[in-house]
Nanobody
Framework: EVQLVESGGGMVQPGGSLRLSCAAA????????MGWIRQAPGKTPEWVST????????YYAESVKGRFTISRDNAQNTLYLQMNNLKPEDTASYYC??????????????????WGRGTQVTVSS
């Protein structure tokens, strides 16, 4: 059974930082590209970032580019999202997701076949 479990969310002031983690189990982690998707209350899910199998290629939404860094540790089956200079508009539930094997696109929620339950990030003064 595929399991994705996020952690590391919380409340932080604008300009602060958080590091999200996603523990993966039930599949061969290194064989899948992985991503982060977020959803704010009342809004549709928004793609945040994707990383390739070995971590050599990373992709970011324009809204987070230069502030967020995605990474992975295939030995530990863990995905990360380092978030710096957080802004109130980053407030959302953040989901770790597995990209459908062989998918040619990665910016849509339907490109991902398994999602975690999410971790809440709140940026507020």
């Amino acid at each position: 059974e595929v399991q994705l479990v996020e952690s590391g969310g919380g409340m932080v002031q604008p300009g602060g930082s958080l590091r999200l983690s996603c523990a993966a189990a039930g599949f061969t982690f290194r064989n899948y590209e992985m991503g982060w998707i977020r959803q704010a209350p009342g809004k549709t899910p928004e793609w945040v970032s994707t990383i390739d199998y070995g971590g050599d290629s990373t992709y970011y939404a324009e809204s987070v580019k230069g502030r967020f860094t995605i990474s992975r540790d295939n030995a530990q089956n863990t995905l990360y999202l380092q978030m710096n200079n957080l802004k109130p508009e980053d407030t959302a539930s953040y989901y770790c997701a597995r990209l459908i094997y062989g998918s040619s696109s990665y910016q849509r929620g339907k490109d991902y076949d398994y999602w975690g339950r999410g971790t809440q990030v709140t940026v507020s003064s």
